[in-house]
């Protein structure tokens, strides 16, 4: 079971939204549904456009928006085509959510919940974790790309290096890399483990965390291309939305959450030098919400030990 992260500071944007901005919401990230089930449940006047780029994620949510009497839709496919996804099928969508006439695409409320769900760490076969044995795969979309064991045993050592590094493992992304290419072909998570475990010295460890956590991640990044997914989002987003409308993205972790502040602090940053005598002219974007990401409270840590770095931010245009 999925349990929706910082669920209820998510819907406590969304209901705050101006009257002026649609209760028409884009959800990036379906996942197993759960924010998308909550915000449907706000009010009857609430629609929704799903995406996921993991092909079950999306038929479990068509099973799950069954019952909310066509008011929203799940599609598969990556959010970093979202622009041209939704051109391609608008006219049908909007006939199928009952959209009526207005502007196209002017989402109210867009969400991306970063990252993996626990369907998908849960199920071995995905590859994506290093506690249960599975082949080394960890792609979300598995039917497209490379995977995990196609790239490690491909690239060569300082290649590798460089992904541990950007995906951010530390000093220690060397040893890892030519460790990996000394033990090839890699074909599990359990190959994978066992390089960390050879080559992260135990003083490098952190207690009570696996020396493969950061590999895994940073292969994972490298896999997914999720740094550039989230940058070309970043990019399409604010064409996305209507007037007053909000962008939320929960990240996990600070590479990603990274990219996401400077975004938007870039947004409401003017572009006009201070000094010019047209302070009056307003090219900023919007205002960020949250001065400060949002972090989850202590008891919602306990109940959902994964919301731990859970980071929200929320921008609103103009
Ligand atoms: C943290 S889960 C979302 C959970 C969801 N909010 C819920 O409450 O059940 C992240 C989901 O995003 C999907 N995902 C990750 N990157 C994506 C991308 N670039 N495009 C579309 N979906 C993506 C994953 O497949 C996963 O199902």
Known sequence: MHIPVLAEQVIGFFNELSPEAPRLILDCTLGGGGHAIQLLATAQQVRLVGLDRDRQAVERCRERFAGS????????????????????CWDTLAGELGLGAGPERAFGFILADLGFSSFQIDSADRGLSFQG???????LDQSQGQTAAELLNSLDER??????????????????????VKRRPLRTTADLVAVCEKSVPQARRSPG??????????VRIEVNQEFAAIEALLRAAPELLSPRGRLAVISFHSLEDQLVAKAMRKWQRSEMPAKLPV?????????????????PTEEEIEA???????????FEMH
């Open 69 to 88: 009497g066509q008011r929203a839709a799940a599609l598969h496919a990556n959010f970093s085509d979202a622009a041209a996804v939704l051109e391609d």
């Open 133 to 139: 044995n599975g082949p080394l795969d960890m792609r």
């Open 304 to 314: 959902n030990p994964r919301s731990r770095s859970a980071r929200l931010r929320v």
């Open 159 to 180: 290649e590798i290096s460089r992904l541990l590094r950007r995906g951010g493992v530390g000093s220690e992304a060397s040893a890892v890399a030519r460790e990996i």
């Open 209 to 218: 965390r696996s020396p493969a956590t950061t590999v895994f991640q940073a």
């Open 279 to 295: 302070k009056q002219v307003n090219d900023t974007l919007g205002k960020l919400l949250t001065a400060n990401a949002v972090t």
